[in-house]
Nanobody, 121 residues
């Protein structure tokens, strides 16, 4: 079994910063592509940031230059550093990670439970 646990969310004032963490635990052989999504009330889930296996990163235009996705291989943890936060960044944030659990086995998608980020004065 694999579990993804998110942390680091909360309430922050506009212009502030937060760092989200997504820690993977359980039977893990390799961690591949990692993504962060977000979903605001009444809106579709939106892809925010991607980090590929080779370290390439991509960001939604709305967060480019403000958010940074990174990964700590030793800790099997993915991060989303968010700076210059705006009220429109308010949403539930979800991590999504592709993980291979056994040699020769499939690489499966796993999701975190979601964590609330609220940007408000």
């Amino acid at each position: 079994q694999v579990q993804l646990v998110e942390s680091g969310g909360g309430l922050v004032q506009p212009g502030g910063s937060l760092r989200l963490s997504c820690a993977a635990s359980g039977s893990i052989l390799n961690v591949y592509t990692a993504r962060w999504y977000r979903q605001a009330p009444g809106k579709e889930r939106e892809l925010v940031a991607t980090r590929t296996t080779i370290g390439t990163t991509n960001y939604a235009d709305s967060v480019k230059g403000r958010f940074t996705i990174s990964k700590d291989n030793a800790k099997n943890t993915v991060y989303l550093q968010m700076s210059s936060l705006r009220p429109e960044d308010t949403a539930v944030y979800y991590c999504n990670v592709v993980i291979r659990r056994i040699p020769g086995g499939p690489a499966d998608n796993f999701w975190g439970q979601g964590i609330q980020v609220t940007v408000s004065s």
